[in-house]
């Protein structure tokens, strides 16, 4: 896969433990495997994106199975489109490219997220990925790298995306239904105001091939489960503290996933 110097978009080679440009910038392998190609002009905070008590938390969380059914809907909308080279933009620990790479062995994955501990813990998971740290707002690709995108409860660039998607290339949006985690949102907030959200955005240079509304009920039971959850989730940031306080106290938590998924065409 041909990645991009994020300084001055020459082509990078990989010389040994590094990634270098004619220009001389270079990007060091770290031992765990993944290329860190933010540069100190794009992050915004020292260590920007989720925590790395965040990524343990979604770590534990995911690899419980809680929302296997999610990464099930994302190979069925995938798999029948056969990609060569896909890309997770806000890929987190690595948990839904790692389950459709086991669908898909000869296919090429690349996963980027601008969490540094994210792609640390997503490099340990899976070897046979190529994990970047970096910001899906500038992607270190050339144009047409990919057939297709995955964003996951991510962030949506249209137009970088449809920058390294080749033509007729897919990108697949998942994201949080309105009555997503309501069973949390109860007992965490006093009252629950709805936002109307866009569910299925217009995308300048992309066409909405299908839609679904994934719909599960689980449950968790352990405190230990029920934060991962919350630390999954903006209401980390929102929480009260007589919120968490409630949700300290609470030992089982039923509640139901409502999951989005726009699968796009690019024009
Ligand atoms: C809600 S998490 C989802 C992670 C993963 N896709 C999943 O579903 O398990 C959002 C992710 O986006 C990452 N992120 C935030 N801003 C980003 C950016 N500009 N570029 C790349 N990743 C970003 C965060 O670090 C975090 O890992
Ligand atoms: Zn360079």
Redesign the pocket.
Known sequence: MQLLCPVCQMELKKVDRLWRCEQGHSFDIARQGYVNLLTVD?KHARH???TKE??AA?KAF?DSGY?AP?AETVCEMLLPHAPKAVL?????????LTCLQDKLPQTEFAG????KD?VRFAAVRNKQALWLT????ALPFPDGSFDAV??????T?EQEFARVLQDGGKYLQ?IAGEDHLMGLKKIIYPEILRKEKNLHPHLAGFRLLETRTLEFPFTVTSTEQIQNLLS???HFWRISKEGAQRLQQTQTLTDTAQVIFNLYCKE
């Open positions: 794009k920007p994106g989720d965040q990524v979604r995911l929302y999610i997770d933009a806000g890929c987190g620990e690595g948990y839904y980027i997220d601008i969490s994210a970096g910001t899906a707002a995955l964003s996951m409860f991510a962030l660039v998942v999954m989730t903006p």
